[in-house]
Structures are given as structure tokens and as C-alpha cells.
């Protein structure tokens, strides 16, 4: 299965919204390493079962994970495809990143006077 890497403005939103808050990571975390039920989910932390069903709710929306009903449970895994999307968003940032800082070195590793010497080299081939 292929991700889909190209995110909208809106999904990228709901993504860093969903991850702002400690116990949704933590709860994807967990999905990530087994499906478990929202009941189990909700043992773990002290919260209301529903406050955490509200948690989950917020990571479905972002479409971090899956949810799915098996009998009168709802099971919850992690939707690798999102995650692989998300995680790609934030590698196209950090080649940005080290694209500046790279330009940053290069600059910084001219010889003094070397930018200068520059625009006046400019200056006289106009």
C-alpha cells in the first residue's frame, strides 16, 4: 500500500492538533504497538472513560488511527499510511531546514571580507 504524502492545510492541522497533547501520543503510541480497545485504552489513565473517548475521537478526526467495532467493543489501531504521511510533512521541513543552515555554513565560510569583495566584483562587470 502506498501513503499518501501530500497532506491537505486542513489534515495537516488535525495532525498537529491531534499530537499537541501528551496522552493522544501516548495513545497512539500504544495503538501503534498492539490494537486495544477503547475500554483498555481507558484503564491506564486517570480520566473519565469518556475524556479519553474524546481523545480518541480527536486522533480518528486526524485519521492517526483506525477504529473499528467487533461485537460491543471498539477497537483501535494506528494507521501506519497517516503516520507515513505525516512524517514525510515533517521530512520535507527539516530538508528545508538543513538546506538554510547548510547556505548559513557556506556563508559563514567565506573569508572575511569575501561577500563584499563580491558585490563590488558585481559592481564593476555591470
Known sequence: MVAQTELSE???????????????????????????????????????????????????AAS?????????????????????SARALLARYEELWRSRIARLDDLLAEPHGSAAQHDNDDKQGE
Open 10 to 60: 486542513a489534515e495537516v492541522d488535525r495532525v498537529f492538533h491531534a499530537l499537541a497533547a501528551s496522552t493522544r501520543r501516548d495513545i497512539l503510541r500504544r495503538t501503534i504497538e498492539q490494537e486495544q480497545s477503547v475500554s483498555s485504552l481507558a484503564a491506564d489513565y486517570d480520566m473519565s472513560f469518556a475524556a479519553v473517548q474524546k481523545h480518541v475521537a480527536v486522533l480518528e
Open 64 to 84: 492517526l488511527i483506525i477504529k473499528r467495532a467487533e461485537g460491543r467493543e471498539r477497537l483501535v489501531r494506528a494507521n501506519p499510511e497517516m503516520i507515513a
